[in-house]
């Protein structure tokens, strides 16, 4: 165990549902991450939250949505998704916002979206 | 364009001998270069950072080597077991701070 539990482990949705991932850590970290795996690709970076202040969007369509209520809590809202966005979804999290410290991964979401 | 190019996308070794990844990168100027390890269906675990003033860090069996020139790392294990057989990723860091992974490759270690 890593510290950074997510729920739920597998989600199938369909393109007009309403659903969200939930990502807690208790390692007192200050920063928080949202990744995105599909096969054969490298993990791409979604969001970042610091101090729970979003930092950092990189250009993630509008039905991803994140919220941070407080530093131990992440989610990813989901809706209206497309196939396409079927994949393993990874929350992190790191003491800081700074690549000089490692960061600790959850076992991850595999979202289907039919 | 920048990318981070993993070698190769499988590796197969047999065990005993010393397993060799590469990651190599473009357009960025890393201040520090991670490696993690991934299982199917579980998130990376972190094995090894290094600075880019530091030309070698080991951790046991592990040896990670980092070329700001080359612009390549390099990702060692030496005496391999079956139980080394994962994925592989390597991470930089950009000019936001933020990590930019590689996108892995896959090691087996036959017996």
């Known amino acids: 165990e890593t510290g950074v539990t997510q729920t739920p482990r597998h989600l199938v949705m369909g393109m007009t549902n309403k659903k969200s991932l939930k990502c807690e850590q208790h390692l007192g970290h200050n920063a928080m991450y949202w990744y995105k795996q599909s096969a054969k690709k490298p993990l791409e970076l979604m969001f970042v939250?610091?101090?729970?202040?979003?930092?950092e969007n990189n250009s993630v369509p509008s039905r991803f949505s994140p919220e941070c209520p407080n530093s131990s809590h992440l989610f990813l809202h989901l809706h209206t998704l497309q196939p396409e966005d079927s994949a393993l979804y990874l929350c992190a999290s790191s003491q800081e916002y700074r690549m000089n410290t490692e960061a600790f991964f959850g076992q991850g979401t595999r979202l289907t979206v039919v | 364009s920048q990318k981070i190019e993993q070698n190769s996308e499988a590796l197969n070794i047999q065990e005993g001998k010393t397993a060799t990844l590469t990651c190599n990168y473009t357009?960025?100027?890393?201040?520090?270069l991670q490696w993690y390890r991934q299982d199917p269906g579980r998130g990376p675990v972190f094995l090894l950072l290094i600075r880019e003033n530091e030309k070698e860090k080991r951790k046991e069996r592990l040896k990670v080597t980092f070329d700001t020139t080359l612009k390549q790392s390099l990702f060692h294990i030496t005496a391999s077991q079956p139980a080394d057989s994962a994925t592989y990723l390597c991470a930089l860091d950009t000019n936001n701070n933020d990590m930019r992974f590689g996108a892995g490759t896959r090691l087996t270690v036959k017996p």
């Open positions: 357009n960025y100027s890393p201040a520090y």
């Open positions: 939250y610091s101090l729970e202040e979003r930092v």
